[in-house]
């Protein structure tokens, strides 16, 4: 699976934004899709996660301001953030996640080369 992110850029504080992942490859095997952000200096995060028929979770610092959605005929995966804050800047990294047994013996994760979000205090 081969993943492509886009859509990251400056943003004004309280600001939104929509970032975009498009998916190519083997995606039938696809079990659910993700975001993650890795802000300066820290370890990479769970944002949100959208399952294969639909359901979503999100990270507690992004809940209420953010949506995860797809796309499924295009292959494409969506994060829109309102509210944005500072502490929301990071490389945003897309996640495709093949479960152990469905194509593969072990599970397998995809991950994107990211986009940047800067909200500049």
């Known amino acids: 699976v081969q993943l492509r992110e886009s859509g990251g850029g400056w943003v004004q504080a309280g600001g939104s934004l929509r970032l975009t992942c498009v998916a190519s490859?083997?995606?039938?095997?696809?079990?659910?899709w993700g975001w993650y952000r890795q802000a300066p200096g820290k370890e990479r995060e769970w944002v949100a996660t959208i399952t294969g028929d639909g359901a979503t979770d999100y990270a507690d610092s992004v809940k209420g301001r953010s949506t995860i959605s797809r796309d499924t005929a295009k292959i494409t995966l969506f994060l829109e953030m309102n509210s944005l804050k500072p502490e929301d800047t990071a490389v945003y990294y897309c996640n495709a996640y093949h479960e152990a047994g469905l194509c593969h013996a072990d599970a397998i994760e995809y991950w994107g080369k990211g986009t940047l979000v800067a909200v500049p205090s």
């Open positions: 490859g083997d995606t039938i095997c696809t079990s659910s």
